[in-house]
């Protein structure tokens, strides 16, 4: 069974990914690896530079504050590489649940696939059950703003991109991380209520 792990910034969906890697499961962070697969993915290069230009692996490096200041301008664009990026990233995670190490060594046949924009990117297609973990906003904040040294302004900035509560309201299962019950009770929480 492949279960999506969402929710918004600062909900706490690393945490929880790296506790259920620690019980066992097979956690796909979808954020790293489709970082991965735009510095190495022959095929998905080849349509970034066809999209951006050659500069945008500039000696060999992705250039990610000049796409995301491209992207940021330009709507459409943004929709094009996440076109590009989308389905490779589908692409891979099919490939990775049904090829040896993840195949047959996931605990009780559970995968899990982790993104904040599960839903945006259609990665809830591939879902057997989509698992959003929620926190207060207050909360959320503070965690980010001392996870990543950052500020508040840009902080709210990146929350604001997200649509959270349009994903909760689609989850099959809420968990609430708003730092009550240990992190280890939310994950046999989450893994009762997928077997329930
Ligand atoms: P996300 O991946 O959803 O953006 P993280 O899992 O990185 O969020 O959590 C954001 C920050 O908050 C991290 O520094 C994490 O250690 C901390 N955090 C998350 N959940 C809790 C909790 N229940 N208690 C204390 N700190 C938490």
Redesign the pocket.
């Known amino acids: 069974m492949i279960i999506g792990l969402t929710?918004?910034?600062?909900?706490?969906?690393?945490?929880?990914s790296n506790q259920l890697r620690q019980m066992g499961y097979s956690v796909y962070d979808t954020d790293s690896e489709a970082k991965r697969l735009i510095m190495e993915d022959v095929h998905v290069r080849e349509q970034i530079t066809d999209l951006f230009g050659p500069n945008v692996y500039k000696d060999g490096v992705y250039q990610t504050a000049l796409v995301a200041k491209q992207v940021f301008a330009d709507k459409s664009l943004l929709a094009q590489l996440n076109a590009i990026v989308h389905p490779a990233v589908k692409a891979d995670i099919l490939q990775r649940f049904t090829s040896p190490p993840f195949r047959g060594e996931s605990e009780g046949g559970l995968f899990f696939i982790e993104c904040?924009i599960l839903y945006q990117a259609g990665l809830d297609q591939l879902c057997d059950k989509v698992v959003a973990?929620t926190a207060p906003e207050d909360i959320r904040l503070e965690?980010?703003i001392?996870?990543d040294q950052s500020d508040i302004h840009k902080v709210r900035a990146r929350m604001r991109i997200q649509d959270t509560e349009q994903d909760i309201r689609r989850a099959d299962i809420v968990i609430n991380?708003d730092?009550g019950p240990p992190?280890t009770t939310l994950c046999q929480e989450i893994v009762q209520k997928i077997k329930g």
């Open positions: 929710g918004g910034i600062g909900s706490g969906k690393s945490v929880i904040a973990v965690r980010v001392a996870r991380n730092g992190i």
